[in-house]
């Protein structure tokens, strides 16, 4: 069978399947119907849409691009594993003074 599969409400392929059996992203089409009719159209309260919605195409990335959101993602884990050294740095330093007090109070 025919099927529209769709991307919340709009379809983004046309393909042949066997069975649509627990699919929710998927509607069933008549067999002679042309694929290219509903592609990005809108599917909505069991319509589709006269207008297209093609979406907008990025410019790809460029190799200084994609180094420089790589080097941003390695910036943003160093200081999240930063930040979570220090918590536990402080919790460290709270037990060991707790445990000081205990030690010192016991020597009095």
């Known amino acids: 069978m025919k099927v529209a599969i769709l991307d919340g409400t709009l379809c983004t392929g046309?393909?042949?399947?066997?069975?649509?059996?627990?699919?929710?992203?998927?509607v069933v089409l008549d067999?002679?119907?042309?694929?290219?009719?509903?592609?990005?159209?809108?599917?909505?309260?069991?319509?589709?849409?006269?207008?297209?919605?093609?979406?907008e195409l990025q410019e790809p990335k460029s190799e200084a691009e994609k180094i420089q959101?790589?080097?941003?993602?390695?910036?943003?884990a160093f200081a999240t594993k930063y930040e979570e050294d220090i918590e536990t740095n402080i919790k460290r330093d709270?037990?060991?003074?707790?445990?000081?007090?205990?030690?010192?109070e016991g020597n009095e």
């Open 14 to 26: 046309v393909t042949e399947l066997i069975s649509v059996e627990g699919m929710e992203n998927v």
């Open 31 to 55: 067999s002679d119907s042309e694929d290219f009719n509903f592609l990005y159209r809108k599917y909505e309260n069991g319509k589709w849409s006269e207008e297209k919605f093609i979406p």
């Open 69 to 76: 959101d790589s080097i941003l993602a390695f910036q943003e």
């Open 94 to 104: 709270e037990v060991l003074a707790t445990i000081y007090e205990t030690v010192l």
